[in-house]
C-alpha cells in the first residue's frame, strides 16, 4: 500500500524491479500475485462506504469545472441559441446518465472495477485495448486539466499580489508557451504556478478512494456557492432581459439539424469516459440503489452549470465588450480582489475534483490491472501526477498541438461502442449471471478464444470504422472526406446503438456458452470462505492446544 519499497530488503537494491512488489498476501484473488492485489479486489464489506448523498456530492464536483462552464459556449459558436443549446445538453446528459447507471449498477453489484468487469464481455487480453486507451486519455486531460488548476493559482496569487501581473517575461519565443488562448502572463509565473497546483493537488490524489468522497462533498458545498454568487453577480449588473434575450439561431434547414445534433454529440462525449469506467466508483457503493440518484443529478447539474456560463458570460460580454467563455479570463476582468480570489479558489477546488475523480483515480484503477504485482491505486495516481503533470508537457500540448486536442476530443467514438458492448453482455446476454472469481483467471472462462472475445472485436471494427472518416476531418478539416464527415456529428449516438445491435445478433447467434454461468459468482464468496478457513484454523488450533494440555506429549 506504500508508493515506495519500505522495508530493509527492500531499501538494499531499490533498482531492482522485485523490490517494488506487492506483499502477494494482500490479494486473494487470481492464481498468484501477478493477476490481483489488495486494490483491485472486489471491494469487502467493510470498505463499501459511499451513500446516495456521496453520488449526488461526486456529479454536482464533476458538473462544476471549468470545461463543464464552457460546454454551452461551444454550442453558441457553431451558430445555436442558447435556448436551442440547453436542450441538446439536457438530453445528452439524461441518456449518459442512463448509461453510467446501467454500467454502474455491474460495479455496485459486484463491487468490482472497470477494468476487471471489461474482461467478462472483451475477454481476459482483448479488455487491456480499453484500459491502455482509458489510461492515456486520462493522463493526458491530466495533465491539461493541471494546468488549468494552475491559471486558479495565478488569479489567486494575482488578487493577494497585483504585482504580479507585472512580472517580466525572460523566456524566448521559442518556448511555445509564452501565451496560451489569452493568458499573456510570463513563463517563470506559468511554471511557478503550476508547481505550486501540483503541489496541492498531490497529497489529495494520495488519499484513498474510500475517504475521497469527503473532497467531492466539500466541493459540492464550495463551488456551487461561488458559482450561485457569480450568477447573482451577473443578474445584478445586467437585467435578465438582456442577458437571456431571445438570440435566434444564425442557422436554418438541414444545416441546424447537424448543428443540434452535433451539440447533443458533444453533451454525450462530455462525460463518454465515465459511463465506461463508473465501475470504479460504484463498487464503493453501500448497496446498488445508492447510485440510482445518478439518473437524475446527471442531467439537472450539467444542465443548470451550463445555463450559469450562458447567463455570466451574456453579462460578461455587456460589460466587458468580448465573449468571455473561459470564467478565469472574466475573473482576471474584476477589480475587487476579494471576490476574484473566492471565484479563482473555487475553481480551483472545481478543478482538483475533477481531475482527480475522471482523470487520476481512473487512471490509477486501470494501472492496477497492468501490473498489479508492482501497481496499486496510490501508486498509480503517484506514476499519473508525474507522467501526466511534468513528462506529457501539457503547456506544449495547450500551445502547438491543437490537432492532437482534437484527437483526444474525438476519441468518443471509441467509448460509445465500449460502453453498448458492456451493458448488452451483462443485461441481455448474460441476465446478470457472471462469475467474479473467473474475471481474475487468465486461463478461466473468459478467456474466450486466446483472450479475445472475437465477438466484442468485430462489433468495434464494425462500429468504430464508419466514424474515422469524420475523425479524421475533425483533426484536419483540409482533408476532405465527403459527406462521411458528417457522420461524425453523431458519432456516440452511432457507435453505441451499432455496437450493441452487432454485439447482442453476434451473442444469439454464435452465444459463448463456455462463459455462461447458472447463478452469479461473488467475490463475497472468497472473502467468506476465507474467513470460514481462518476460524477453522483458530478453532482446530485452540482444539490441539486443549488435547495437549489434557494428553501432554511423553
Known sequence: MFIFPTSPAHMKNPLKLSSWSLEPENSKFGPNSRWSNHDMDPVPPHKRTWSTLNYVSYWISDATNVPGWQLAGSMLAVGLSWKQALPAIALGHAIIAIVVVLNGTIGARLHIAFPVINRSSFGFWLSYFSVLSRIILAMFWFGIQSYTGSECVYQMLKAIWPSTARIPNHLPASANITTVGKSTYPMEVRIMCYFLYWLIQFPVMLVSPQKIRHLFTFKAIIVPIAWLSMLIWAFVKVPASVSLAPKHSQLNGSALSWAWLGALNSALGFYAT???????????????????????????????????????????????????????????????????????????????????????????????????????????QAICAIIGGWALCPWEILASAPKFLSFMSGYTVFLGPIAAIMIVDYWLIRKCKVDVPAMYDPNGIYRYWNGVNWRALITLIVSVTPNLPGLIHNINPNIFVGNTSYMFNVSWIFGFFVAGSVYWILSVVFPPRETFVDETTFGDAVYDESTHRSVSQVEEALSEKSKESVYPKA
Open 274 to 380: 465515465l459511463s465506461v469506467n463508473i465501475p470504479d466508483f460504484t463498487r464503493y457503493a453501500k448497496n446498488e440503489r445508492a447510485q440510482y440518484i445518478q439518473l437524475v443529478i446527471i442531467p439537472i447539474a450539467f444542465t443548470f452549470v451550463a445555463f450559469i456560463g450562458i447567463v455570466v458570460t451574456s453579462a460578461g460580454e455587456t460589460l466587458y465588450g468580448e465573449i468571455l467563455w473561459d470564467p478565469l479570463h472574466l475573473v482576471d476582468k474584476w477589480d475587487n480582489r476579494a471576490a476574484a480570489f473566492f471565484a479563482s479558489f473555487a475553481f480551483m477546488v472545481a478543478t482538483l475534483g475533477a481531475n482527480i475523480s475522471a482523470n487520476s483515480l481512473s487512471a490509477a484503477n486501470d494501472m492496477t490491472a497492468l501490473l498489479p504485482q508492482y501497481i496499486n491505486i496510490r501508486r498509480g
